[in-house]
């Protein structure tokens, strides 16, 4: 759902096929579709923060918001979603306040304090667990952390911004959310044009991901984050990267598409072969783990085995569903700027609340 949300509001700022290409790229072309897969929590993270983003965007800043039936349901669920991204994973935070002074700018205070009490019911998801597990509501159980004694310094292992790490969690074969999604890299050709059309919306999209990035590279011990694919802890930031890799996709269209089926067929190979057990000691999982496994056939269970399918035509199957999927879906879309898709008829809308609100967003 937060992904089809997020390519509506994309698509009425971008185009209906920018939107989906963008929305494909993004979900596909990196962490989201392994940690769905694999089921972490940063996939939950990453579709409510898409939620959340859709409805801050269908407010309207110069004073013509939707009308307050629809405002009071679009405020609640945007509370609702980040208290849900919160209460999900803790490195969401900053990506939860960065939305929120945003909505807070943009929606105006009371539909910020009805957010606020409707992210409250899932915000009380981490005392009661606190108090279920160790018996306090007000400490963390990351506090009685004892296996790993680096876990008590700084914040829980955030310590100082470091330079090497953060070049590490963004280049780095073994981590780099650039290494394995360089499509990503495209949102630098989006940010002149959206600074020009929104500053709001710029800094939202420039400056939290840049924050996020600045504190997580402080957690130098075990930067990696454990056995798994990705900078996990640099998950929440991506639906803020839509708006200008969208932008950024519809300028260089010869780099789009060309980085977007790498990034989804690099991601895939890690996916359907192993993109968790054994990344911990590899300083390059793609070629050292991934490849190999890909290319004699030894790949991770997935349905067309389950139901008895062989390996390999499984896989095939799941890749012609997958490509004939996108192309079905990217056809039937109108092209970008067509009068069909000023008509608004591009996709579904709240009624009276999301009709106007990323043409006049700007």
């Not at 949300?5 to 698509?11: E, R, S, V």
């Given at each position: ?18 939107a989906f290409l963008t929305v494909t790229a993004l979900m596909l072309g990196g962490m989201p579709w392994v940690y769905a897969t694999?089921?972490h929590s940063h996939s939950l993270v990453i579709g409510v923060l898409c939620v959340a983003l859709w409805a801050a965007l269908a ?304």
């Open positions: 759902m937060g992904s089809a949300l997020l390519c509506t509001a994309l698509a009425r700022r971008v185009g209906p096929r920018t694999v089921m407010f309207d800043p110069e004073g013509n918001s939707a009308p307050p039936l629809a405002a009071a349901k679009l405020s609640a669920l945007f509370g609702f979603c980040l208290g849900w991204a919160l209460a999900s994973e803790y490195t969401s935070g900053l990506m939860v306040l960065a939305l929120g002074i945003y909505f807070l700018s943009s929606a105006g205070l009371r539909p910020t304090i009805r957010a606020v009490l409707s992210a409250i019911p899932p915000l009380l998801m981490i005392p009661l667990y606190s108090w279920m597990t160790i018996g306090d509501p007000f400490q963390l159980p990351y506090s009685y952390q004892s296996t790993f004694p680096e876990m008590k310094k700084g914040l829980y292992a955030i310590r100082w911004p470091d330079a090497q790490t953060a070049y590490q969690l963004l280049f780095s074969s073994q981590r780099g959310l650039l290494f394995w999604s360089p499509c990503l890299g495209l949102a630098i050709f989006g940010y002149p044009r959206l600074l020009r059309q929104s500053p709001k919306l710029f800094w939202l999209a420039y400056a939290a991901p840049l924050l996020q990035l600045i504190v997580i590279s402080g957690r130098v011990w075990d930067w990696p984050a454990g056995p798994t694919f990705g900078p996990r802890y640099l998950a929440p930031m991506l639906p803020l990267l839509a708006l200008p890799l969208a932008i950024g996709l519809q300028r260089v269209p010869l780099l789009a598409w060309p980085l977007a089926a790498y990034s989804i067929a690099v991601t895939g190979v890690a996916n359907v072969t192993d993109a968790c057990q054994n990344y911990y000691s590899s300083v390059n999982p793609l070629v050292d783990v991934n490849w190999p496994l890909f290319i004699t056939g030894q790949f991770g269970p997935n349905l067309g085995t389950a139901v008895g399918l062989p390996p390999n035509i499984a896989l095939a199957a799941f890749g012609a569903v997958l490509v004939f999927g996108f192309y079905a879906i990217y056809r039937t879309l109108p092209p970008d700027g067509t009068a069909e898709m000023a008509g608004g008829d591009v996709a579904p809308r709240i009624p009276d609340a999301t009709n106007r609100s990323l043409d006049q967003v700007s």
